[in-house]
């Protein structure tokens, strides 16, 4: 397989969300709900019995990337993020430990009155695809995302071989947080480069393989 730097993967992976995302737009979300209209907007981003959205490395930098450019934030609400992620982190005890899928949170990345803060930039493919619809048929098919994602997984072997994994987005940002002195990514880093194999989407659990809500109204 071609390496990349992490530069030219993570421009890859943009390009790659980008189109996702009009993707999404242009042939689904007209028949969902206008999350302007929600009655309890931000929900499927906090609720903290159901969120599991997990990311890679690769999409974590790319996080922490647009929240240090956005000019949304000053200095000191961007290291809020990265405190409300290290919060999450320990108050629903998240850890890249067994089955990281079965983790719930309240998503830090959600700012009330604004929504999710990498929504344009580097919002991860699940809530790419997700939105609340009236008809189920309307909803995109499971494998638009699953083809994303395994986009993704390629990008990040490229990058940085099986050093990496898929991991709820809360203990990603902590992982990467400019502030961390690294020691802990430093330790999954040596475990995972001595797997023999890059941590693919273990897509025969679909019980524990869960996604933002899909709500019917
Ligand atoms: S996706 Fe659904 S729950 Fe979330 S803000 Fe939009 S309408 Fe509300
Ligand atoms: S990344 Fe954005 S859209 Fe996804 S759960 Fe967090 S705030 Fe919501």
Known sequence: MKRLTEAAALARLRRGK???????????????????????????????????VHVTRLEAVAVRETIER???????????????ARLAVARYKLSAAGDTFAQTYSCPLFA?????????????AP?????????????????????????????????YGAAWAWLPLPLWLTLLDPSSDGTELARL?????????????????????RSLPVVAF
């Open 189 to 209: 880093t040596r475990l995972w480069s001595s797997r023999r194999h890059a941590p693919a989407h273990d897509r025969a659990r679909p019980a524990t393989r």
């Open 112 to 124: 009330p009155g604004v929504g999710c803060l990498v929504h344009a930039r580097a919002k991860p």
């Open 70 to 84: 956005t000019p949304r934030l000053d200095a000191a609400a961007r290291r809020t993020v990265f405190t409300r």
């Open 18 to 52: 980008a189109a996702f995302q009009t993707h999404i737009k242009l042939n689904f979300e007209h028949a969902a709900r206008a999350c302007a209209a929600c009655p309890t907007p931000g929900v499927c981003c906090t609720d903290a019995h159901f969120v599991n």
């Open 127 to 159: 809530c790419v695809a997700h939105a609340c619809y009236e008809d189920w048929r309307d909803v995109p098919p499971a494998a638009l995302q699953w083809r994303e994602e395994s986009r993704i997984e390629r990008l990040n072997e490229q990058a």
